[in-house]
């Protein structure tokens, strides 16, 4: 099974400019590379931060970009979002009893958990007890399935200050208490950092990547702001199957390819016997 993760669009209004880019060019960009060479995906996940702002008119663009999409998408909600006025743009997004934008989706590979980790108009994130509930409940329904995570916030720090400022806090191990009692969640996917990073968390494989648009700087120092670049912007290509899961970055916007050189191959002809 292939489906598609992207993350952190930050869409302003179209034809404005942020952190010196345009991020409605760049998500069209990313969304016409995937129609370009994935259309055969499954679905696609973008995990929040889906405008700088919370303008209704970035999130008007959103639908109208996203509207070019070849393949289903999933979307979550960010620390930069505003779930009214997503919904008012969105109304079909699925809502927990408790209001939160939160649910579950069977696909061929097994079951896929989208979480809400906003705490509304704060940087940092939360999951609160009604949250955590119903977190519990989708892990108990689907203990017969694999399944996997996905959310904007990381629940656990990466070692980079500006961001671990910014994260789920002690929400984070709440979460860690409840997922560790579950040995069938096979990845945890996640946005916000702006970076590619890989490794695992209480046993559970995780991986990020770079924003459609800015990135965060590879920066153990700064504390109280986090650093923008413009490192290349990515989507990942992931496949699943019953033994493995693969994740392949692509930076959409880098397009050149090495002419082939039979020449330059460096081959040595020689005979191994």
């Known amino acids: 099974m292939k489906f598609i993760h992207f993350t952190d669009t930050h869409l302003v ?3 404005e400019m942020l952190h010196g880019l345009n991020p409605c060019e760049r998500l069209e960009a990313c969304i016409d590379d995937i129609n370009r060479n994935h259309a055969d995906a499954e679905l696609c996940v973008l995990t929040g931060d889906l405008a700088h702002v919370a303008q209704p008119k970035a999130y008007e663009d959103l639908k109208y970009c996203l509207a070019k999409l070849r393949v289903p998408i999933h979307l979550l909600v960010g620390n930069h979002d505003h779930r009214d006025r997503l919904l ?7 809502l ?19 979480l809400d980790t906003v705490e509304q108009g ?7 007890d009604d949250r955590l509930a119903w977190l519990r409940q989708a892990l108990d ?9 996905f ?12 961001i671990d400022r910014i994260g789920l806090g002690g929400d984070g191990n709440r979460i860690g208490d409840v997922v560790s009692e579950y040995d069938n969640i096979r990845h945890l996917f996640f946005g916000h950092v702006h970076r590619p990073i890989a490794g695992s968390w209480l046993g559970i494989p995780f991986t990020t ?22 490192e290349q912007p990515a989507y990942a290509v992931v496949f699943l199957d019953q033994q493995q899961t693969t994740v392949h970055f692509h930076d959409f916007l880098d397009t050149y390819r090495v002419p082939y050189d039979k020449k330059s191959e460096g081959r040595p002809d020689w005979n191994p016997a």
């Not at 704060?122 to 609160?128: E, I, P, R």
């Not at 329904?141 to 995570?149: A, E």
């Open 96 to 114: 927990d009893s408790n209001g939160f934008l939160q649910t579950g989706v069977d696909t061929s590979a097994g079951h896929f958990l989208l």
């Open 141 to 149: 329904g689907s203990r017969d399935k694999p399944v996997y995570l």
């Open 13 to 15: 209004p179209r034809g």
């Open 151 to 162: 959310m904007h916030h990381p629940p656990f720090d990466i070692g980079i200050p500006s």
């Open 209 to 230: 990547l770079r924003a459609t648009n800015h990135q965060t700087p590879l920066d153990f120092d700064s504390v109280e702001v986090v650093p923008k670049s413009h």
């Open 122 to 128: 704060k940087g940092w994130g939360s999951y609160c």
């Open 88 to 94: 008012t743009e969105f109304p079909d997004l699925p």
